[in-house]
């Protein structure tokens, strides 16, 4: 495994990130496919002891079971101080006002909430998870300060939005000497590379750290084209993300894992941690073999060539990922 520093922060991150969606009781978050908590746990003592420092979880994953179940895998795993636990607000957790969305009242009675499942007294980085369109920035970044100075947040990140709206986030927090994100987590792979156009660049002049989620598309880079699983049956979002001109691109990543005698989901890996924005990608794990590639693909070295194979075919999308 290898470390670096998130953006230019002090934060130091393993270069792969287990992304803690995989587990969680499926009657209280609506994936049915979503491990238990003995598998759930094994993965993440298997991350550990790989050299993965870096756990991102959700208030909303699996109706906050997620963070249950990973709060309790660190504290019989690990030394606290040694793990770096991350968690997002935004979604919705329970009728009424400031159930859902980045109000004050909804981020100060999150951050507890969240702080209760995981069994720790702060989390290393709070996220926001999507924009809120009906609350003003300055009200949401004053709370997430807040949240910093309470001793309950080490440090802040956002995630897919605009890069228009992430730059009036930042803007606000230095105007009023409020904390500025550190890291962004956003939809980026061979398959969607919209971010290169204008987040990624604002991500790299303004010292940001780039923590990309689906790094291998919901699976779509690691099999042909047309292979269904039980996830890809019933993620009706995912459905919304890629497209059939798509498969060319999957063609290529399976051809060239084929001539270097490893698995697809290392090329597809390797690629994003080719990219210098690119800190640590988020791997979902739901096979111990998920988990073996993701690591493997750390030293994998891809030749400028096959860098710019895997990269030639892609055909533009839609914005996509910001809801």
Request: with cysteine.
């Given at each position: 495994?290898?470390?670096?520093?998130?953006?230019?922060?002090?934060?130091?991150?393993?270069?792969?990130t287990l992304?803690?969606?995989?587990?969680?009781?499926?009657?209280?978050?609506g994936?049915?496919?979503?491990?238990?908590?003995?598998?759930?746990?094994?993965?993440?003592?298997?991350?550990?002891?790989?050299?993965?420092?870096?756990?991102?979880?959700?208030?909303?994953?699996?109706?906050?079971?997620?963070?249950?179940?990973?709060?309790?895998?660190?504290?019989?795993?690990?030394?606290?101080?040694?793990?770096v636990l991350?968690?997002?607000?935004?979604?919705?957790?329970?009728?009424?006002?400031?159930?859902?969305?980045?109000?004050r009242?909804a981020?100060?009675?999150?951050?507890d909430a969240?702080?209760?499942?995981?069994?720790?007294?702060?989390?290393?980085?709070?996220?926001?998870?999507?924009?809120?369109?009906?609350?003003?920035?300055?009200?949401?970044?004053?709370?997430?300060?807040?949240?910093?100075?309470?001793?309950?947040?080490?440090?802040?990140?956002?995630?897919s939005?605009?890069?228009?709206?992430?730059?009036?986030?930042?803007?606000?927090?230095?105007?009023?000497?409020?904390?500025?994100?550190?890291?962004?987590?956003?939809h980026?792979?061979?398959?969607?590379?919209?971010?290169?156009?204008?987040?990624?660049?604002?991500?790299?002049?303004?010292?940001v750290?780039v923590?990309?989620?689906?790094?291998?598309?919901?699976?779509?880079?690691?099999r042909?084209?047309?292979?269904e699983?039980?996830?890809?049956?019933?993620?009706?979002?995912?459905?919304?993300?890629?497209?059939?001109e798509?498969?060319?691109?999957?063609?290529?990543?399976?051809?060239?894992?084929e001539?270097?005698?490893?698995?697809?989901?290392?090329?597809?890996?390797?690629?994003?941690?080719?990219?210098?924005?690119?800190?640590?990608?988020?791997?979902?794990?739901?096979?111990?073999?998920?988990?073996?590639?993701?690591?493997?693909?750390?030293d994998?070295?891809?030749?400028?060539?096959?860098?710019?194979?895997?990269?030639?075919?892609?055909?533009?999308?839609?914005?996509?990922?910001?809801?």
């Amino acid at each position: 495994m290898r470390y670096t520093r998130l953006g230019s922060s002090g934060l130091e991150v393993s270069v792969v990130t287990l992304g803690c969606m995989s587990w969680g009781d499926p009657s209280r978050g609506g994936h049915p496919w979503v491990l238990d908590e003995d598998a759930g746990r094994a993965i993440i003592r298997d991350a550990l002891e790989a050299g993965v420092t870096v756990l991102d979880t959700a208030n909303v994953y699996s109706g906050g079971s997620s963070e249950e179940i990973t709060g309790r895998a660190v504290r019989d795993f690990a030394r606290r101080e040694e793990v770096v636990l991350a968690t997002k607000v935004h979604g919705r957790m329970r009728p009424g006002p400031h159930g859902a969305g980045l109000s004050r009242g909804a981020i100060l009675h999150e951050i507890d909430a969240s702080l209760r499942r995981l069994g720790t007294d702060y989390v290393d980085l709070y996220q926001i998870h999507r924009w809120d369109p009906e609350v003003p920035i300055e009200e949401t970044m004053e709370a997430l300060h807040d949240v910093v100075r309470s001793g309950k947040a080490r440090y802040l990140g956002a995630s897919s939005m605009y890069a228009w709206q992430f730059a009036k986030a930042q803007e606000v927090a230095r105007t009023h000497g409020w904390t500025p994100f550190v890291s962004m987590q956003d939809h980026y792979n061979l398959l969607y590379r919209e971010e290169e156009r204008e987040m990624l660049p604002l991500c790299a002049d303004q010292g940001v750290g780039v923590i990309p989620w689906s790094p291998l598309a919901r699976g779509r880079l690691t099999r042909p084209w047309d292979t269904e699983t039980s996830r890809t049956e019933t993620d009706e979002f995912g459905g919304t993300l890629y497209r059939d001109e798509d498969a060319d691109i999957v063609a290529t990543v399976l051809a060239l894992a084929e001539r270097r005698g490893v698995a697809p989901a290392q090329v597809a890996l390797a690629w994003l941690l080719h990219q210098p924005v690119v800190s640590s990608p988020i791997v979902g794990v739901t096979k111990a073999h998920h988990l073996t590639d993701a690591v493997a693909a750390v030293d994998l070295e891809l030749s400028d060539e096959e860098l710019d194979e895997l990269g030639s075919g892609y055909v533009p999308h839609a914005v996509a990922g910001h809801r």
